[in-house]
């Protein structure tokens, strides 16, 4: 079935470092994909989104990537916070068909001071 | 920011008992609102997608008598957990989408069965 997964399962780094964490997904047929981040007992915070036209998005200190062509999506965190600790989840839908989101399995993001 | 409220936020009780877990969209008028559960350390995983004034529509492995869902209004969405028992224990999410916005997520619920 549709499946959204995820290379490294934990990500440490230093307080100011740049942090990238990548996706891999398998629907070709995706249209639509967010990053989501979520602290401990908390449901998911939207950070930032991107359509399959797109190869690159930017917010305030995250950029996303999509590569369509190795189906492909990497979310960068610039400057590291030690509040960016927590799990980040991609997740893929075919938006024009207004199917649901579907959730990788999450990267543990360890920022130390 | 468009807002979505869960509650209860937390519900412990014994096995057999039905649980109602209610989802609300605070700032918006939710077309479609989604149900998903997450165990310990695990993703996400949709259990129903739910349209306003219609039948859910439940995926895969997921027994729609276990679990009902009711749509009642475009800012409201209930989860029952019939006869829960302990391994149904988990973290239920609700998400609620409204046009071409994103899907913003409430706080979940934590359901412990003993």
């Known amino acids: 079935g549709e499946s959204v997964g995820l290379h490294l399962p934990t990500l440490s780094v230093q307080e100011g470092d740049n942090s990238i964490i990548n996706c891999a997904y398998s629907?070709?047929?995706?249209?639509?994909f967010i990053w989501y981040k979520q602290e401990s007992g908390k449901g998911p915070q939207f950070i930032i989104d991107?359509?399959?036209?797109?190869d690159k998005r930017q917010g305030q200190r995250v950029t996303v990537l999509l590569n369509k062509t190795v189906k492909h999506l990497s979310l960068q965190i610039a400057a590291t916070q030690p509040g960016d600790s927590a799990v980040y989840f991609c997740?893929?839908?075919?938006?024009?068909?207004?199917?649901?989101?579907?959730f990788g399995k999450g990267t543990t993001l360890s920022v130390s001071s | 920011g468009a807002v979505v409220s869960q509650h209860p936020s937390r519900v412990i009780c014994k096995s057999g008992t039905s649980v109602k877990i209610e989802c609300r969209s605070l700032?918006?008028?939710?077309?479609?609102m989604f149900w998903y559960r997450q165990f310990p350390k695990q993703s996400l995983m949709l259990m129903a997608t739910?349209?306003?004034?219609?039948?859910?529509?439940?995926e895969q492995g997921v027994e729609k008598d276990k679990f009902l869902i009711n749509h009642a209004s475009l800012t409201l969405s209930t989860l029952t957990v019939t006869s829960a028992h302990p391994e149904d224990s988990s973290f239920y999410i609700c998400?609620?989408?409204?046009?071409?916005?994103?899907?913003?997520f409430g706080d979940g619920t934590r359901l412990s069965i003993l």
């Open positions: 998400s609620a989408r409204s046009g071409d916005q994103p899907q913003h």
């Open positions: 629907n070709s047929a995706s249209d639509y």
């Open positions: 991107i359509r399959s036209n797109m």
């Open positions: 997740a893929e839908s075919r938006y024009q068909a207004g199917t649901a989101l579907i």
């Open positions: 700032d918006f008028q939710a077309t479609t």
């Open positions: 739910s349209n306003e004034g219609s039948k859910a529509t439940y």
